[in-house]
């Protein structure tokens, strides 16, 4: 950074655009409020006081527009898979999906004979990062929202999002 | 009063519209009643001094067997009386009627859906009968033992390829 160095103090910190704009999308993983099925009681369990999700930034929002990432954590129905579709479409780029616990994976305990019962949420949204249990403890879920965090730092920012 | 008791007074008073006494073999002593006379057979019940069963615990759908009839069984209490009965009723596979009782204990009322959601049991006098628990445009009753599950479902595989 040569020239610049030491001409204002402690005061300005040099950086490029990309790490700036991806150390504070990745410090701030809101998170879609929304549970499926009994996955979603070890996700709430993740944000409640003992795990804390909120030391990493990950904070709890209500409206898809809010959010920049999707646990899905649940049994995803076909009836409930055109909702998660259109809640995913509605949320603002850049977004991530999480995929959390087999439900969400492949159909999990579902997947023979499971007749209402979508085999995988990757087949109808992009996902990011799949998280396996049955369910997966909270310690897991932190483990792939900090997976989460390394990807969105090694992004172009500026570069589109392939699907 | 005790399921014998109740079950010797419906069959004097309803004749042969009340088919059989089960005791062996199910887990609550069941009494088997005409399908279309269940609607007045439960008003009985529950408005006669004697019985005031007051209140349905469960409704629910059954199907044992592809062979068999569906079946419809309707736990009743009275909270007064603190004695229990359990009805049956039967009705054929291939056009399942079933006279309704919603209007008679509100309870019924989604409960009977639940039924003719999964089972395609339609109970006549019900006052809005229409799925409950799966989307309005899907094909077929799930849990009837011959329910073949479709290949897609709004262009979502329904089964894993393997
Ligand atoms: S993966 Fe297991 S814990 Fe999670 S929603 Fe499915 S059945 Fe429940």
């Known amino acids: 950074m040569g020239a610049l160095n030491h001409k204002f103090n402690e005061n300005i910190l040099i950086t490029s655009l990309d790490k700036l704009l991806n150390w504070s999308r990745s410090g701030s993983e809101w998170y879609f409020q929304f549970g499926l099925a009994c996955c979603a009681i070890e996700m709430m369990s993740a944000a409640a006081a003992r795990h804390d999700l909120e030391r990493f930034g990950a904070m709890p929002r209500s409206s898809p527009r809010q959010a920049d990432v999707m646990i899905v954590a649940g049994t995803v129905t076909l009836k409930m898979a055109t909702r998660v579709k259109r809640l995913y479409e509605q949320m603002a780029e850049p977004k991530y999906v999480i995929s959390m616990g087999s439900c969400a994976n492949s159909g999990g305990p579902y997947w023979q004979h499971g007749y209402h019962v979508l085999k995988g949420v990757d087949q109808i949204i992009p996902v990011d990062i799949y998280i396996p249990g049955c369910p997966p403890r909270p310690e897991a879920l932190i483990e792939g929202l900090l997976h989460l965090q390394k990807k969105m730092r090694e992004e172009p920012v500026l570069a589109k999002k392939e699907d | ?162």
């Open chain 2, 1 to 162: 009063m005790t399921e014998q008791e109740i079950y010797a007074d419906l069959s004097k008073k309803f004749g042969d519209k009340v088919i059989e006494f089960m005791e062996e073999g199910t887990l609550n002593p069941t009494v088997v009643v005409d399908a279309a006379a269940i609607a007045k057979i439960v008003t009985y019940l529950k408005d006669d001094e004697r019985f005031q069963f007051d209140s349905l615990m469960n409704l629910a759908g059954h199907d044992g067997d592809v062979e068999a009839d569906l079946s419809v069984i309707y736990h009743l209490v009275s909270t007064e009386l603190k004695h229990y009965i359990t009805l049956k009723v039967f009705t054929s596979r291939v056009e399942p009627k079933v006279a309704s009782v919603a209007v008679i204990y509100r309870t019924a009322n989604w409960h009977e859906r639940e039924a003719f959601d999964l089972y395609g049991i339609n109970f006549e006098g019900h006052p809005d009968l229409k799925r409950i628990l799966l989307e309005d445009d899907w094909e077929g009753y799930p849990l009837r033992k011959d329910y073949v599950p479709a290949e897609f479902y709004r262009g979502m595989r329904i089964e894993k390829v393997k």
